[in-house]
């Protein structure tokens, strides 16, 4: 019995250690553009309610970009998002936190919620 609490334990103790290591390096920047984009046309194939046999509405579909720059970068950002996805209150000009990951960018809104963004161009700014 104790060594079975010993290894969970360690279990324990090791899936900490990774999720701290995992933890995001956040930097700031500043918020540039904000744009949304919806288009006009929706194709496909509209499923049924299989109780009523009415066809289904799907969520209007949307694309917002963002720019924003760092001290070094300045980076273009994609969300495609259906219109009931919340929004991130962008004030052009203003302070944000992001932090990078690969082709992800994740960013801390006002109330400091993550959303998660889609990297589409990094250009370095010259100084």
């Not at 079975?4 to 918020?31: D, P």
């Not at 809104?109 to 161009?121: F, N, Y």
Request: charged share 30%; proline share 4%; aromatic share 6%.
């Amino acid at each position: 019995m104790r060594r079975r609490a010993a290894i969970a334990g360690f279990l324990c103790a090791m899936i900490g250690a990774v999720a701290i290591g995992q933890e995001r390096q956040w930097q700031k920047g500043t918020w540039r553009e904000s744009a949304i984009e919806r288009p006009k046309l929706s194709f496909g194939v509209q499923s049924r309610d299989p109780n009523s046999n009415l066809p289904r509405s799907a969520a209007a579909r949307e694309i917002r970009t963002y720019v924003i720059d760092t001290n070094t970068h300045r980076l273009e950002l994609r969300q495609d998002a259906t219109v009931d996805t919340p929004h991130i209150g962008v004030m052009v000009g203003q302070p944000v936190f992001l932090a990078i990951d690969k082709k992800t960018v994740y960013v801390k809104d006002g109330l400091g919620k993550e959303h998660k963004l889609s990297l589409r161009k990094q250009t370095a700014l010259e100084r």
